[in-house]
Each structure stands twice: as structure tokens, then as C-alpha cells.
């Protein structure tokens, strides 16, 4: 585990939106906020689908905002959790969606309750050792 204290501005920013998932079905609802290269913070919601496999976690779409944006490395990524007494670390497939953008590994994610304070940090490349890679990737 990494013990960085989350950053206040990531915290912040997560509570801003925190009317802003739409979980109708799981009533779990999170919201995710990345640090791209340049410093710039970006935000995602879970958004559910009545075909439930259609959902998207949180961190997928606060890193699709990112890239949309420019960014092309992610160094730290938040999961803000409304409904969880504990914290949560990212789904396998957002794990892979990470170190897409942080290719080393080195990206911090923190997991919180906002219903407790409880919260986790760890290193990507600890969550998801051997990331599978394409040699003709970006
Ligand atoms: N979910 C996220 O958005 N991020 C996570 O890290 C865990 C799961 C969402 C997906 C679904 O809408 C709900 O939480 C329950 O799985």
C-alpha cells in the first residue's frame, strides 16, 4: 500500500459530483476523479443501463474525459465511494483501463467512503502486476 493522504483538491472535486451518478440499479454510486500529466483534474460518474452489462464504472469515464482532453498519462486516480462503508479499489477491467495511461505502473489510486472517511492508497502496478501490453501500443 502507498501511504499518501489523498489530495484535498481531488476530494473536492469528487464531492461536487456527488449527485451526479446514475446507479438506479446497484444504488451504488461513485465518483472518480483523475490527475492527468499536466496536473489538470477530470471527473466521471457511474452510469448504469437497464442491459446491466452496458454500465460503465467511474474511472472509465473520468479517464475517457482525460484523454478526450489531451491527456495521455494518468498519475493519480481517486474511486469515491457514496455507498460502501469501505473503500474501493477499481474493478479488474478499469486496472487494465489505467495502465493504458500509466504504462510504469506508477499511477496512485486512493480508494474512499464517503460514508465513513475510511480510505486506502496503492500503486497501480501493485493492483495490477504484469498489465498486459501490446508492443505496437501509443
Ligand atoms: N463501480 C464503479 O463505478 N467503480 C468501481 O470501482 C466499482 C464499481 C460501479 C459499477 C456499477 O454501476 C456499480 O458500481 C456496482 O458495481
Known amino acids: 500500500?502507498?501511504?499518501?493522504?489523498?489530495?484535498?483538491?481531488?476530494?473536492?472535486?469528487?464531492?461536487?459530483?456527488?449527485?451526479?451518478?446514475?446507479?438506479?440499479?446497484?444504488?451504488?454510486?461513485?465518483?472518480s476523479v483523475v490527475r492527468g500529466e499536466s496536473g489538470r483534474l477530470y471527473v466521471g460518474v457511474n452510469v448504469e443501463n437497464a442491459s446491466y452489462g452496458l454500465t460503465v464504472?467511474?474511472?472509465?469515464?473520468?479517464?475517457?474525459?482525460?484523454?478526450?482532453?489531451?491527456e495521455r498519462r494518468i498519475r493519480e486516480v481517486l474511486v469515491y465511494a457514496l455507498d460502501s462503508d469501505e473503500p474501493v479499489f477499481p474493478c479488474?477491467?478499469?486496472?487494465q483501463v489505467i495502465a493504458e495511461f500509466s504504462p510504469d505502473g506508477s499511477a496512485?489510486?486512493?480508494?474512499?467512503?464517503?460514508?465513513?472517511g475510511k480510505w486506502g492508497?496503492?500503486?497501480?502496478?501493485?493492483?495490477?502486476?504484469?498489465?498486459?501490453?501490446?508492443?505496437?501500443s501509443e
Not at 4 to 10: A, C, K, S
Not at 121 to 136: N, S, V
Request: charge should be positive.
Open 92 to 95: 479488474g477491467a478499469c486496472r
Open 1 to 31: 500500500m502507498a501511504s499518501r493522504v489523498i489530495p484535498e483538491d481531488m476530494l473536492e472535486l469528487a464531492r461536487r459530483y456527488r449527485d451526479r451518478p446514475y446507479a438506479p440499479y446497484s444504488r451504488f454510486r461513485v465518483v
Open 121 to 136: 492508497a496503492a500503486l497501480l502496478r501493485d493492483l495490477l502486476p504484469e498489465a498486459f501490453k501490446l508492443e505496437t
Open 108 to 116: 496512485i489510486v486512493y480508494a474512499y467512503s464517503a460514508k465513513t
Open 57 to 70: 464504472c467511474a474511472e472509465r469515464v473520468a479517464i475517457f474525459n482525460a484523454v478526450t482532453e489531451g
